[in-house]
């Protein structure tokens, strides 16, 4: 009979060069998407902040007391170093309560995540606050 080792060389040839082809293309048409667990993690990062502060209703007495130093000072020690942050407290009707700036950099220039949560004091007069902070990673 014939011999067809030649056949199958050329064969196999033609699907090696189809599967670079594919693996090539693959790239260019599915381009990588961008990284959108950064942006959660970074609010995730900010929630978890804010809960700790929270605890024992330290954040409320906190802003009860007008004590906006203390606030920057806590959360420059529970974010990361690498992590820039813009706090607003506001009130109940939506009125802001900081007078001074609770920031520890500029975020202009960053991608910025905002994060909101709400707490209370624990005063015999139960006050409500609401926080929204922005927070964005320092590259």
Same mark, same amino acid.
Not at 4 to 11: A, E, F, T, V
């Given at each position: 009979?014939f011999d067809?080792?030649? /056949?199958?060389?050329?064969?196999e +040839?033609?699907?090696?060069v189809?599967v670079?082809?594919? +693996?090539l ?12 667990t /950064?942006?959660k993690?970074l609010a995730?990062?900010g929630?978890?902040?804010?809960? +700790?502060?929270?605890?024992n209703g ?6 009860? /007391?007008?004590n ?5 000072q806590?959360?420059?020690v529970?974010l990361p ?9 506001y009130d109940e009707n ?5 007078d001074q700036?609770?920031?520890?950099t500029?975020?202009l220039?960053?991608e ?22 922005q927070?964005? /990673?320092?590259?």
């Open positions: 009979m067809q080792k030649g /056949q199958i060389r050329i064969l +040839a033609f699907l090696a189809g670079m082809f594919v +693996a293309l693959i790239p260019i048409v599915w381009p990588s998407s961008p990284s959108l /950064q942006p993690a995730n990062m929630t978890q902040a804010l809960i +700790a502060l929270d605890t330290t954040l409320g007495n906190l802003i009860t /007391q007008k906006w130093t203390s606030i920057k806590s959360l420059d529970l170093i690498g992590v820039s942050f813009n706090l607003t407290i939506l009125r802001p309560l900081n700036s609770i920031q520890n500029n975020l220039g960053s910025v995540v905002s994060v909101r949560y709400v707490c209370a004091s624990q005063n015999l007069n139960v006050t409500f606050y609401i926080l929204q902070m927070m964005a /990673q320092i590259r």
